[in-house]
């Protein structure tokens, strides 16, 4: 058994946590352990699943969104004869003004490659 007290009197956690473990595991047999093992890469494979189908979900609506952004520019820009200067300075000034309320990093507008005769 563990030395469970130190010289103080006090307990010695990581000692009763080990002689705890070693206790729990000894009480398990190797084929306990071994479908143990396999039920955490089941529910790991699991996860790692619907992760994946949750990133896909959300690159197919940042798709959609930007294809409906790419859109819209092309008929505003045309429609009131703005240019992509005027929209990265709308998206600066949109975005500083966000920054002072809660204080983020904002990054760069990039140039929209969405010519106004595509629309």
């Not at 952004?69 to 505003?76: F, K, Y």
Request: charged fraction near 25%; hydrophobic fraction near 35%.
């Amino acid at each position: 058994m563990a030395k469970l007290k130190t010289k103080n009197g006090r307990y010695d956690i990581m000692g009763l946590f080990k002689y705890g473990l070693d206790a729990t595991l000894d009480s398990y047999t190797d084929r306990d352990l071994s479908n143990m093992n396999e039920a955490l890469h089941q529910q790991n494979d699991t996860w790692q699943e619907n992760m994946q189908a949750e990133q896909e979900t959300l690159e197919g609506r940042v798709e959609e969104l930007s294809l409906a952004c790419e859109a819209m520019w092309g008929l505003v820009s045309t429609t009131l004869e703005m240019t992509d200067a005027q929209l990265s300075e709308a998206i600066t000034a949109l975005e500083s003004s966000d920054k002072a309320k809660d204080s983020k990093e904002v990054t760069k507008p990039s140039i929209c490659l969405v010519t106004p005769n595509q629309y």
